[in-house]
Structures are given as C-alpha cells and as structure tokens.
C-alpha cells in the first residue's frame, strides 16, 4: 500500500494571524462600532500598504476582482475598444475587461517566463487596441520594459494584474510602480491576504481621488455625488487582517524561499522537468512554486503526477488549466501569437504549482520528492 499523508497538504494555505493579536483589535472595532466606510484599521493598511509598495496611491478594495473592474473604468477607455491581456491567467482577468463593455484579445506567452510575449502583443495590436493589461504569474514578472515601449509607441495604457506579485521587485524597484497602475488580490490563498480583498496600486497620486469616488458611490460629501462610483470598500476586518499579517509577510516569504530551495534541490537536473524562469534582477513575490513537466522526456505527464500526489492526500494545482480561450465566453478567441502552436495552448497541459507555504514539512517535501523521482505513479 502506497505512503499517503495523515492530513491533505494544499497547494496554498492563508497566512493567519495568532487570534490573541487580533482580539485587541477587535476590540477596538467593537469598542468604536466603526466597521466599515473607510475606518481606523482601513485607513492605517492603506498608508502601510503604501509604504511596503512604495507607491503614493494604494487604495483598498472588498476583493482584487473589484478592484481590477474599477481600474479598468477609472482608465475611461473607448467602448467596445480591444485590450490586450494572457490567456494564461483566472478568469478574472478576461471576465473584468468584459464587464467594462472591453473586448479581451488574448496574446501568447513567453516560453521562458509565461507571462505575455511582447512580440505577440505587437503582433495583436489594431487601430482598435487601447491598453494591455500585463499578468505577473506565479511570482515572475512580465517584460515590464518591452510592454512600456509599445504603450508608448502605440499610445497605449498598461496596468499589471498583480496578484501574484506582491512585494516583487524589479532591479530595486517595487512592481507596483511600473504601468499606469498594479491590482492586487489579497484572496485567503495569497501571500498576503486580509481574508479577502484587493488594492489598486499607482504610481501616480493624481488617481487617488477619483479611485476613491469609483469606489465609494461617487459620494463626495453628505450632499454630492459626482461619479458613477460602485461599493468597493474594504471592511474594518479585514483591514485588521491585514495589518498583522502585513508584519507576518517577510517571514512567510523566509519560510517559502527555504521550500524552494528543498523542491529544486531534487527537481533541477530532471529531464523534462522545467522550473520557474530565472529572473536574477528580480525579487520574486513568493507566491507559487510551479514546475512544467514535459512527458515525452520526463516519461510522464502533468495529469500523472497531479493524480499520484492526490492519492497521496497532497493536493497540487493545474494551473492555469483550463486557460481562458477554453472557457465557454472566450471559445471563439484565437491567441495571437508569433508561433504556429501557441505556447500557451501546449504549456496548459505541463504546468503544476506544488504545495507552497510555510504549512509544508519536511514529510511531504519527502513524499513530494519520492513521486517525482521514482519513476512510476502506482
């Protein structure tokens, strides 16, 4: 009978802070009986979260989907006007464009980095194109270099989904200051989450007050209500989430750096198992460990590993699989792209994020390696 784990090991698990760090902030919030409306604690994550990002607006959302949403109606473009974004990417990323009466058009990925290929994009952009949302995926970044030269060559905006990319950076610089602006998800399963929630993350101070109107009614006093604004806010809750977990993150991102050093210690050398890009001018964001499996070297497929683990009672991902050209809305999408097989077609059927997080032990880092390197899946 095979080994399998006493309890099922996830492929992410929600940084949580001690409950007796957070009674007395409950407290407060009680003792105040300010929830919500842009409290205390919502106020105090937004000027932390400014300074960890190193960004001048950082303005809280309910959830990253929300937040991506209000970004794309704060960039007032065109109706029906074509923005760019991966179809390696959640939903999310696509369904936010359509909501905003945007046409998503999918470009390919770059084989190295698996996030948009620059030359595919060039290749997709029309008359009709008015921005490119770029996605940081798996905690490697995008050409955000390559993607700033064809905004401004094409007079084109470019934002960064950033949900797996909080805290990157790029040469000493935070992520969050490349583009017009970065959305982050702080959903239970990223590195840093407040349960859930987003943020909306900019360069630029000039965003902040119309961000705030978007997302709080268009309400700018008790009398006035001068956009068209949804409700976006961020509880008090979370926000007192946040801030304790904001303290917790360099030591989670610790934690994770001494599992990737224990995953590639017995995959890196293995035919036909290929690790995230190196990117040596990056600080990766520590978000997810993904290996690509090739099955015509490695001998067995993405889905064979998957299920082997599974039976093992540790629950890696298929991720992003399916991708969003195979989601019923996008089906009759093509993927622009400089190849005759778009890498992301043939990447979606390789790629598979291990557990990752400091809940991981050595136990299952053991079990994990056996599956991998013994050659079988019985």
Same mark, same amino acid.
């Given at each position: 009978?095979?080994?399998?784990?006493?309890?099922?090991?996830? @492929?992410?698990?929600?940084?949580?802070?001690?409950?007796?760090?957070?009674?007395?902030?409950?407290?407060?919030?009680?003792?105040?009986?300010?929830?919500?409306?842009?409290?205390?604690?919502?106020?105090?994550?937004?000027?932390?979260?400014?300074?960890?990002?190193? @960004?001048?607006?950082?303005?809280?959302?309910?959830?990253?989907?929300?937040?991506?949403?209000?970004?794309?109606?704060?960039?007032?473009?065109?109706?029906?006007?074509?923005?760019?974004?991966?179809?390696?990417?959640?939903?999310?990323?696509?369904? %936010?464009?359509?909501?905003?009466?945007?046409?998503?058009?999918? %470009?390919?990925?770059?084989?190295?980095?698996?996030?948009?290929?620059?030359?595919?994009?060039?290749?997709?952009?029309?008359?009709?194109?008015? %921005?490119?949302?770029?996605?940081?995926?798996?905690?490697?970044?995008?050409?955000?270099?390559?993607?700033?030269?064809?905004?401004?060559?094409?007079?084109?905006?470019?934002?960064?989904?950033?949900?797996?990319?909080?805290?990157?950076?790029?040469?000493?610089?935070?992520?969050?200051?490349?583009?017009?602006?970065?959305?982050?998800?702080?959903?239970?399963?990223?590195?840093?989450?407040?349960?859930?929630?987003?943020?909306?993350?900019?360069?630029?101070?000039?965003?902040?007050?119309?961000?705030?109107?978007?997302?709080?009614?268009?309400?700018?006093?008790?009398?006035?209500?001068?956009?068209?604004?949804?409700?976006?806010?961020?509880?008090?809750?979370?926000?007192?989430?946040?801030?304790?977990?904001?303290?917790?993150?360099?030591?989670?991102?610790?934690?994770?750096?001494?599992?990737?050093?224990?995953?590639?210690?017995?995959?890196?050398?293995?035919?036909? @198992?290929?690790?995230?890009?190196?990117?040596?001018?990056?600080?990766?964001?520590?978000?997810?460990?993904?290996?690509?499996?090739?099955?015509?070297?490695?001998?067995?497929?993405?889905?064979?590993?998957?299920?082997?683990?599974?039976?093992?009672?540790?629950?890696?991902?298929?991720?992003?699989?399916?991708?969003?050209?195979?989601?019923?809305?996008?089906?009759?999408?093509?993927?622009?792209?400089?190849?005759?097989?778009?890498?992301?077609?043939?990447?979606?059927?390789?790629?598979?994020?291990?557990?990752?997080?400091?809940?991981?032990?050595?136990?299952?880092?053991?079990?994990?390696?056996?599956?991998?390197?013994?050659?079988?899946?019985?």
């Amino acid at each position: 009978m095979e080994p399998k784990m006493s309890d099922p090991v996830y @492929v992410a698990s929600p940084l949580l802070p001690d409950l007796d760090q957070l009674a007395p902030l409950l407290e407060e919030i009680w003792s105040s009986k300010h929830v919500t409306n842009h409290g205390p604690m919502h106020q105090k994550l937004e000027a932390e979260l400014s300074k960890h990002l190193g @960004v001048p607006t950082t303005m809280l959302f309910g959830n990253g989907t929300i937040a991506l949403l209000t970004a794309l109606k704060f960039l007032d473009l065109p109706p029906k006007s074509e923005v760019i974004t991966t179809p390696l990417t959640f939903a999310a990323t696509a369904h %936010a464009i359509a909501w905003n009466g945007l046409k998503p058009v999918f %470009a390919d990925v770059d084989h190295t980095t698996l996030t948009l290929d620059p030359e595919s994009v060039e290749l997709a952009i029309t008359e009709n194109t008015s %921005a490119i949302i770029g996605v940081h995926v798996y905690g490697t970044l995008c050409d955000v270099d390559a993607l700033a030269r064809l905004g401004a060559k094409y007079n084109l905006r470019v934002i960064y989904d950033a949900a797996h990319a909080f805290g990157a950076r790029k040469s000493g610089i935070p992520v969050s200051q490349f583009g017009d602006a970065s959305i982050f998800s702080f959903h239970a399963t990223k590195l840093f989450n407040t349960l859930e929630g987003g943020l909306i993350a900019s360069p630029n101070e000039d965003y902040k007050e119309r961000i705030y109107f978007l997302r709080n009614f268009g309400i700018k006093n008790e009398e006035e209500v001068v956009d068209i604004g949804i409700n976006g806010k961020m509880n008090e809750v979370q926000a007192a989430i946040g801030l304790l977990n904001l303290k917790a993150v360099e030591q989670e991102k610790a934690r994770r750096r001494e599992l990737r050093a224990r995953y590639t210690s017995f995959l890196s050398g293995l035919d036909g @198992v290929r690790l995230a890009a190196d990117q040596p001018d990056v600080e990766n964001a520590e978000q997810y460990f993904p290996v690509i499996l090739n099955k015509a070297q490695f001998g067995r497929s993405r889905d064979d590993i998957y299920e082997a683990l599974k039976r093992r009672n540790i629950f890696a991902r298929k991720y992003f699989h399916p991708i969003c050209t195979d989601f019923v809305p996008y089906q009759s999408e093509q993927i622009v792209s400089t190849k005759n097989m778009p890498v992301a077609e043939e990447v979606k059927s390789q790629v598979l994020c291990l557990p990752y997080h400091s809940g991981v032990g050595v136990d299952a880092v053991d079990m994990i390696a056996e599956v991998f390197l013994n050659g079988t899946t019985a």
